[in-house]
């Protein structure tokens, strides 16, 4: 079974920085996309970054290109989403995603496996 696990949420003020991390255990994953995600208060679910695990591409919500980074560390099966130059409006809970595929998706409903979260709060 896919677990994944997130740390490294908090609270920092505006154009400060965070790294996420999510922990991934139960697969071999080099057959897998991995995504970040985030939900505000009030909002549905939205794409934030994903890669194929085997390397090559990375892609970025609009919001986020050119702030945040995805990498991937594959001897310790472990996700990062660097965050810089944060704003009020990246405040939200980030979630890690796994789903088995050959294409990377930016939609919820292609994956399979989520953390449980990690918080994330921007003060202004």
């Known amino acids: 079974q896919v677990q994944l696990v997130e740390s490294g949420g908090g609270l920092v003020q505006a154009g400060g920085s965070l790294r996420l991390s999510c922990a991934a255990s139960g697969r071999t994953f080099s057959s897998y996309v991995m995504g970040w995600f985030r939900q505000a208060p009030g909002k549905e679910r939205e794409f934030v970054a994903a890669?194929?695990?085997?390397?090559?591409?990375?892609y970025y919500a609009d919001s986020v290109k050119g702030r945040f980074t995805i990498s991937r560390d594959n001897a310790k099966s472990t996700l990062y989403l660097q965050m810089n130059s944060l704003k009020p409006e990246d405040t939200a809970v980030y979630y890690c995603?796994?789903?088995?595929?050959?294409?990377?998706?930016?939609?919820?409903?292609?994956?399979?496996?989520w953390g449980q979260g990690t918080q994330v709060t921007i003060s202004s």
């Open positions: 890669l194929h695990w085997r390397g090559g591409s990375t």
């Open positions: 995603a796994a789903e088995r595929s050959r294409l990377v998706h930016t939609t919820t409903a292609n994956y399979d496996y």
